[in-house]
């Protein structure tokens, strides 16, 4: 065994094609003897709600990175750049119908719905000069800080574990797990991963949402990984 953890995403990943969570990945975390941590774009409610529930780790990575839980009861890691995010949400609404998503929740991004274009997005932020990031994960749009991503979540949970980030498997489908890839000892995306995703990741499944989840610990653990 190489990898000591898992770090996955939950939407497209953990999913059914409606959202819902696939339970036959559920049972399988709790089967499993690594810790399985989840990593994403949505915010720390959400998560922990969703780890509580499947019954893993407390230590979460939300919001894309910008929210690292360090437990269920315990106080967050909380990066900067709000701010910068809400200034460049102002803006884009002079030029943009925009539809803000959790943002009661929110701590460290904007986040929005999908029904406008990022390329749009993305010319109008360079045309007043304005540096942040703009990602359409396929389940919402995040305006970011570029200092923080599921690559820089995963260096502080590491740590937190007591791990290197090179011990970890990571799983995802989007653009949005990218980094996290890069940064973990393995990286798989699911059948349904986008371009990006599929770049970073070393190998991917034939099946896709949960079910390539479950194809993806089954390729780990039969080619010794895990
Ligand atoms: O929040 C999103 O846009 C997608 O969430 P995910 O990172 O769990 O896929
Ligand atoms: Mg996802």
């Known amino acids: ?20 969570l696939d339970l036959d990945v559920a049972k399988r975390f709790r089967e499993l003897n690594v810790p399985v941590v989840l990593s994403t774009g949505n915010p720390l409610c959400y998560v922990h709600a969703a780890a509580k529930l499947i019954g893993i780790s407390g230590i979460v990575i939300a919001e894309n990175g910008g929210v690292v ?3 269920f009861d315990s106080p967050s890691i909380i990066a900067e750049g709000k701010e910068e995010c809400e200034k460049a949400y102002e803006l884009l609404s002079q030029y943009h119908d925009l539809v803000k998503l959790d943002a009661a929740y929110r701590k460290t991004e904007v986040v929005l719905n999908r029904d406008v274009a990022v390329e749009d997005l993305r010319s109008t932020l360079s045309e007043n000069g304005i540096d942040i990031e703009i990602i359409d994960t396929g389940y919402a749009i995040h305006i970011k800080s570029t200092a923080m991503n599921k690559g820089t979540g995963l260096l502080k949970v590491a740590e937190l ?10 799983i995802g489908d989007s653009c949005n797990d ?5 940064v973990a000892g393995f990286g798989i995306a699911v059948g349904n991963a986008d371009d990006e995703a ?10 896709s949402f949960g079910k390539g989840t479950l194809e993806a610990i089954e390729y780990a653990i039969s080619n010794g990984l895990l």
Do not use: C, W
């Open 161 to 170: 574990m007591g791990l290197e980030p090179s011990d970890y498997l990571a």
């Open 69 to 71: 839980s360090t437990g």
């Open 178 to 182: 990218a980094e996290m890839m890069q």
């Open 1 to 20: 065994m190489v990898l000591k953890a898992i770090v996955i995403d939950i939407d497209g990943t953990i999913t059914n094609p409606n959202r819902s």
């Open 198 to 207: 599929k770049q970073a990741a070393k190998y991917m499944t034939q099946a």
